[in-house]
């Protein structure tokens, strides 16, 4: 399969965003793909906090989030997706499966040999990342979930999630800034550019396409079972602290499917509602982060 790597002046002087690029290169889960991740703080720090982005974000919406965390002495680890960020990317949509990219992610924590994790997810970030720590239990600690949700496939997908998904199928060359733009205007012309940075054309959206249309709408469709499983190893078995925030503006994920996912996670404390944001809760991620630490210290 065809493999696009984003040119590196795509990446300079984006706003808020100064991290040093990391990446592993042979990661056989990745099937030939350069995997991009940014890696902050102390790599003996007792706390790691593992922050997974969605569609079609890339680690680039945690820049706010990052400081706070290695501020408090921790490490911060945030990976690109294949197909996002800074990552490789396949030029063929069918390429992009619900089992590879948990695939690679099982496998980057494992080569990374990563210990007391605290996931921080939100959209696909939880999708995929809510069924990693009952595959890998003795390393996940704590959980920080922001406006996501198990892709169990049991329930309707609701008008506002099947609206984006019908617009995403309508526009192969998704405006990526224009739409981060539209859904949180509290980003300048920059910061939304920066989103679009690592999609020079549209031969380099397959990823950013194949999300969508990836979220399990039936009982027996790809990632389906394997969300079931987690969902209900959560409810039985998660012992680690736990912490929500919720994008309240939020039209696909919002108050009542956080409500819904509030209520499989044990010991979870009453959430953070940040009133004026939407679905990219992360751009109010400082005073979130700030939170988190009290909560699962």
């Not at 007792?46 to 890339?58: A, D, K, R």
């Not at 959206?205 to 190893?233: E, L, Y």
Request: charged fraction near 25%; glycine fraction near 8%; proline fraction near 8%.
């Amino acid at each position: 399969m065809k493999i696009l790597r984003t040119p590196d002046q795509r990446f300079t002087d984006l706003p808020g965003f100064s991290f040093a690029p990391r990446y592993l290169e042979d990661l056989l889960e990745a099937q030939g793909c350069r995997i991009h991740y940014v890696d902050e703080g102390p790599a003996e720090a007792e706390t790691v906090w593992l922050c997974l982005h969605g569609e079609p974000t890339w680690s680039y919406l945690y820049r706010k989030m990052i400081p706070v965390f290695v501020q408090a002495g921790h490490r911060v680890i945030a990976p690109d997706f294949i197909g996002f960020g800074r990552s490789d990317k396949f030029v063929e949509d069918a390429a992009y499966t619900f089992e590879l990219h948990r695939n690679m992610l099982l496998a980057f924590i494992e080569r990374l040999d990563l210990q007391n994790i605290h996931l921080v997810c939100q959209d696909w970030g939880g999708l995929l990342g809510l069924t990693l720590p009952m595959a890998l239990p003795q390393r996940f600690a704590g959980l920080l979930v922001m406006n996501t949700a198990f892709a169990t496939g049991e329930q309707p997908l609701g008008e506002g999630f099947t609206a984006w998904r019908d617009f995403a199928r309508s526009h192969p060359d998704l405006d990526v800034a224009a739409l981060m733009k539209r859904s949180t205007p509290i980003l300048s012309d920059a910061e939304a550019a920066a989103y679009a940075a690592p999609f020079p054309d549209v031969t380099y959206k397959a990823g950013v396409r194949r999300f969508p249309d990836m979220v399990a709408d039936k009982p027996d469709a790809p990632g389906a079972k394997i969300s079931r499983q987690a969902r209900d190893w959560f409810k039985s078995e998660w012992r680690g602290k736990s912490f929500m925030a919720i994008g309240m503006q939020d039209p696909v994920l919002g108050p009542a499917a956080m409500k819904y996912l509030h209520g499989l996670i044990p010991g979870c404390p009453a959430p953070l509602e940040v009133h004026d944001a939407g679905h990219f809760v992360q751009e109010w991620g400082k005073p979130i982060a700030e939170r988190a630490l009290a909560k699962l210290r």
